[in-house]
């Protein structure tokens, strides 16, 4: 046996014996931050309970309830509304900024620069300058993006364009600048224009980022949270026939909260059903959508 091949075998063997010490604190936190309130999460959505330690295993009931209520249902359909227009206004605006800035313009890098900083600040701070921004417009017209849903679903749209096209940029940039310089001057050589080198060579060679960027853009606008609580906190609301209320513009994340935090502390099983249709939903679309795309990339 050759000492090289003697190395290579020790070199394997002190692998084994130290690689449970660097991933047994790995799986641990994984285990106890992870899966653990993963688990005790799907058991408590079948009970009745105001805390943990005095949980009643009650069946699906919490489920039959959170699919009766009515402000789940319209918290679905508007998110669902949500999430689809502003996957596609991000990321038709972050792929047009980044090919601008893939095509040698002067000042480049400070533009990204400048388009990327908007995604350093977080939810709740953007929420609240956007909300301050929005009331100064709307109050020269006497009324309030709290008055009135429509400026609320188009002010939280603005909001996540403004906070997420330059992080998506970044992902488009990187993808043009991985296309074949080859296939583009041969599209050249052969006669075709800006627009169609763009739609059958360039768009299809960037698939791979197209597929991070619209699963990022979509999971992210249905997990919203931070920036819908501090700016509309999902005013305006109707009154029902049955006198419950429906928030005009809460989406599921902010339903979930106010299920579980709100005064009837026994609707906490119910929140913790939403909870878990929740996750079901979100990883569901979240994974179709990554198969259908993924099945239109470019093998270079």
């Not at 979930?256 to 009837?264: D, E, K, L, P, V």
Request: glycine share 8%; proline share 3%.
């Amino acid at each position: 046996m050759s000492k090289k091949l003697r190395r290579d075998n020790s070199m394997i063997r002190q692998t084994r014996m130290w690689s449970p010490l660097f991933m047994g604190p790995v799986v641990a936190a994984f285990i106890i931050g992870f899966v653990w309130p993963f688990v005790q999460g799907i058991y408590l959505s079948f009970c009745k309970f105001k805390t943990i330690s005095k949980a009643e295993f009650i069946g699906f009931g919490n489920y039959v309830k959170a699919f009766q209520d009515a402000s789940f249902t319209h918290a679905f359909w508007y998110t669902a509304l949500f999430a689809v227009t502003s996957l596609v206004f991000i990321n038709v605006l972050a792929f047009a900024v980044a090919y601008a800035l893939t095509q040698g313009i002067k000042g480049s890098n400070l533009y990204r620069t400048v388009f990327f900083m908007p995604n350093l600040i977080g939810g709740i701070v953007l929420g609240y300058i956007w909300s301050m921004i929005f009331d100064g417009v709307l109050s020269r017209y006497g009324t309030s993006i709290l008055l009135e849903s429509k400026y609320g679903f188009w002010g939280l749209i603005i909001l996540m364009c403004w906070q997420q096209i330059g992080y998506m940029m970044i992902i488009y940039i990187a993808g043009l600048q991985a296309v074949p310089e080859d296939m583009l001057e041969a599209a050249k050589i052969d006669g075709a224009t800006k627009w169609q080198t763009l739609f059958k060579v360039t768009i299809p060679n960037v698939m791979p980022s197209i597929t991070i960027c619209m699963f990022l853009s979509l999971t992210n606008g249905f997990k919203l949270f931070d920036q819908n609580l501090a700016l509309t906190a999902g005013q305006p609301y109707i009154i029902q026939p049955d006198g419950s209320t429906i928030n005009t513009t809460e989406m599921l994340a902010l339903n979930i909260y106010n299920t579980f935090y709100g005064s009837n502390a026994a609707a906490r099983g119910t929140a913790q059903a939403k909870a878990v249709i929740f996750f079901i939903l979100v990883a569901a679309i979240g994974l179709i959508q990554l198969n259908y795309t993924r099945k239109r990339e470019v093998q270079q």
